[in-house]
């Protein structure tokens, strides 16, 4: 769990990396609230809105930073639940009940922030099970990239690297003295750590070496020394004897990683233009400085200006899992829930298949979510959405009564304004307004089904593919 002993200093006069102070400028509104839960979790409901909108900047980044962002809806014995879904899960043998059980995490959880980390993890040490085919082996991946997930980057690359699903997915079993196997040697390198043009092809041969032994027994990582090479290998221009654990530790104080890592988280944090490459470099600077301590990192850039500039706003693509769990969370859709697997099932239509991302550099994001099939598909879920049966909930939005609830009116207008602040912040543009509006038909016909058409046609608009 993320304290406040995490964070990295204070950045000096001049940094990239101020802390953000509302202003004339910038204040801090609902839109800036929305941002907030959007980039840093799966959105949020109207009442929690409310509450970080009243409490200011600081009590709220504080509660997203500590796990303790969501109120009322954490269902009793979450955990209890969540091992119960994932032990029943791994010994079915169906991917399925893995998704689900992972989604059910995702809009449960205490600590919506850490279930963004956690696929954020999954996304950087990608790991297929089409090539592991064991569950309960990408389960206890999933648990390790939880449980570290704001852990100092070497403790988590460590796990990572040992751990079996990832061994096998890299086909370690294979690599031993005399008959070296590079794959995993190669993705270390070029995708968990320094990146391309830091290293070379005798790099990644030597490195292989210094890996041999590394393999899976019984399902448990197992270091096996007559398997391992112990002749004298040269890594990053390095003479030595290394072992797999001298490999690692090498390249976690590699100046590369740290840039690798800035760079990786921004790419949570930020969308598009959003963050300069000198902003990136201090970030980098600053983890070098504090043992590459992921929680802290993220501290720093979710209290920052950067974070919350003009820049930064409605300017990252929506993933397909942020875009299918996200309107949950931001309509209520909790009670009764739509179904796990289902939601899991939409958000693999979309081009994000959990537990089976395409190639080990993952799902590459940003724009390659917009495709015209994607877009198709994502009005599909709209619709289903508002329609509730498509999302395994036997009742529709019920818009109307949500937007009474939080003191608005029942009509278009009314209604068209209070959707867009739950799932935009505020409404694009008046221009905008009037185009949802036409939408929806003669104002003589207003009823709970245009209703539920507004949520649809707002949650397919080009604005709600952006957070």
């Known amino acids: 769990m993320f304290t406040e002993s995490n964070e990295l200093a204070t950045p000096e006069r001049g940094s990239a990396w101020t802390r953000y102070i509302p202003d004339a400028n910038t204040p801090w509104n609902l839109t800036r609230v929305v941002h907030l839960h959007r980039r840093a979790g799966f959105a949020a409901s109207w009442n929690e809105l409310q509450r970080d909108l009243k409490d200011g900047p600081e009590a709220s ?22 091992t ?36 954020l993890w999954h996304n950087h040490f990608a790991t297929s099970n089409l090539k592991v085919d064991n569950l309960e082996a990408m389960r206890r991946q999933n648990e390790t990239f939880r449980r570290l997930a704001r852990a100092p980057f070497g403790e988590l690359l460590t796990a990572a690297v040992q751990d079996p699903a990832l061994l096998t997915w890299l ?178 239509r979309l081009g994000q298949d959990l537990f089976y991302p395409p190639n080990v550099g993952g799902w590459p994001g940003g724009r390659s979510w917009l495709t015209t099939r994607s877009l198709i598909g994502r009005a599909n879920f709209a619709a289903a959405l508002a329609e509730g049966r498509g999302i395994g909930r036997p ?32 409404e694009p543009s008046a221009k905008w307004h009037d185009q949802i509006a036409a939408s929806l038909g003669p104002r003589s016909a207003w009823g709970p089904e245009q209703a539920g058409r507004a949520v649809a046609l707002i949650l397919s608009c080009p604005e709600a593919q952006l957070a």
């Open 171 to 348: 086909d370690a079993p294979a690599n031993r003295k005399g008959h070296p196997n590079e794959n995993l040697a190669r993705e270390l390198m070029e995708l968990f750590t320094l990146g391309i043009g830091h290293f070379g092809e005798p790099d990644v041969q030597e490195a292989a070496r210094a890996l041999t032994g590394w393999t899976v027994n019984e399902g448990q990582f197992r270091a096996v020394a007559t398997r391992h090479d112990e002749g004298e290998k040269t890594i990053l221009g390095r003479a030595g004897r290394w072992s797999g654990d001298d490999l690692i530790g090498q390249l976690r104080e590699h100046p590369a990683t740290a840039e690798r890592l800035a760079r990786r988280l921004c790419s949570l944090f930020f969308g598009e233009r959003a963050i300069t490459d000198d902003a990136i470099a201090q970030l980098a600077a600053s983890l070098r400085q504090h043992n590459l301590e992921i929680g802290g990192a993220v501290a720093l850039i979710v209290r920052s200006n950067l974070f919350f500039a003009a820049a930064n706003l409605r300017s990252r693509i929506v993933g397909p899992v942020e875009f299918v769990v996200g309107p949950i969370r931001a309509f209520e859709l909790l009670e009764p829930p739509p179904s796990t697997l289902v939601l899991a099932d939409w958000s693999a």
């Open 61 to 82: 980044i504080d509660r997203v930073l500590a796990g303790k962002a969501r109120s009322g809806e954490i269902p009793e014995g979450f955990e209890t639940t969540s």
């Open 395 to 426: 009742e529709p939005v019920n818009a109307l009564a949500l937007a009474e609830r939080d003191g608005r009116g029942r009509g278009p207008d009314e209604l068209i304004a209070h959707v867009a602040e739950r799932l935009l912040g505020a």
């Open 84 to 119: 119960l879904l994932a032990d029943a899960a791994a010994a079915s043998n169906d991917p399925a009940r893995l998704k689900a059980w992972w989604v059910f995490r995702m809009l449960f959880s205490p600590d919506p922030l850490g279930e963004r980390l956690t696929l």
